[in-house]
Structure formats: C-alpha cells, structure tokens
C-alpha cells in the first residue's frame, strides 16, 4: 500500500485525537515537539514538547481509568493547494473536530466543537506539526473534561 501525503497528515491529526483520548499528554507533547500552539487570532499558547504536555495535563481532567473518557474526531480536514504550491516540503490544512464524551456522571453526548488550521513541514523523517491554531466553536457540558472552562 502507497500512502500519499495527504494520508500520512490526517494520520498525524488522528494521532493527535488518540493521545488526548487515553490522557497521554507527553505523547502529545512528543507529537507536537516541534509545534507552537495558537490560539485562533495568534496568541502563542505553548511551544515544544514539555510546554505541550505541561499544557495539556493542566487543562484536560482525567478520570479514574487515567483517560480523559472523550473520543476526538477530525472531520472536514481541507489542504490549502496554494500554499502546498509556495512551500514544496509544507502543507496547510483546515479541519473540523468533535469531541465526545461519557464519564460516569455524564452520558455520551457531544460537548464541544471547533476548527483547527494546521500547518505541517516534512524533513527525512516524515511530516511533522509545525503550528496548530485552534478554537472551540460550540459547547456543552464541559467540567467532565476540562479543568478550568474556557468560557
């Protein structure tokens, strides 16, 4: 099988959603080690592996299973032809994501959506994250997952 590198970067975006979903936020800190983080208007939110992960684990509420008992799902995921065009070795990529969560006191429902755009370099190794911008859209219900409301 022949993946093409539109299938190597939705892999990396499903990675992302795997690592949050079971809590393992240094996984995602690693993913993510040569990313900065942005709000969606620019605002530098962490940068480099142990800020990542220093992030993550204080702002998403594990349960007892040490999972942040979600499911994250990227959705929409468009490539930005023009930009491919300019950076040879780049890619940029706009996507949808929901997240879905059941806990204990909770039953499944959805409870936030959102955008990301992303941007990816590759090098010898593969593709990689170079910047992630982010915001949530729409919520519901969520002190189950997070640890401080964004609202």
């Known amino acids: 099988m022949q993946l093409t590198d539109a299938d190597l970067i939705r892999n990396l975006l499903n990675r992302y959603c795997r690592l949050v979903d079971t809590g ?3 996984g995602v800190g690693a993913l993510m080690s ?4 942005r709000s969606m208007d620019g605002v530098e939110l962490a940068a480099g592996e142990e800020a990542v992960a220093r992030m993550y684990a204080t ?3 594990l349960h007892e299973d040490g ?6 799902v990227v959705v929409n995921t468009v490539f930005d032809e023009a930009y491919a065009d300019v950076h040879a070795d780049g890619a940029l990529a706009t ?9 204990g ?3 499944l429902q959805p409870i936030a ?3 990301y755009v992303d941007t990816f370099a590759r090098d010898s190794d593969g593709w990689y994250f170079t910047e992630r911008r982010f915001a949530m859209t729409l919520t ?5 997952h997070l640890l401080h409301d964004p609202r």
């Open 140 to 144: 519901g219900r969520l002190d189950q």
């Open 67 to 72: 999972t942040s008992r979600t499911q994250h």
């Open 24 to 26: 393992d936020f240094a």
């Open 105 to 107: 006191d909770l039953p």
């Open 113 to 115: 959506t959102g955008g």
């Open 95 to 103: 996507s949808t994501y929901l997240v879905l969560q059941a806990t």
């Open 34 to 37: 040569r990313a900065t983080l």
């Open 59 to 61: 702002i998403v509420r």
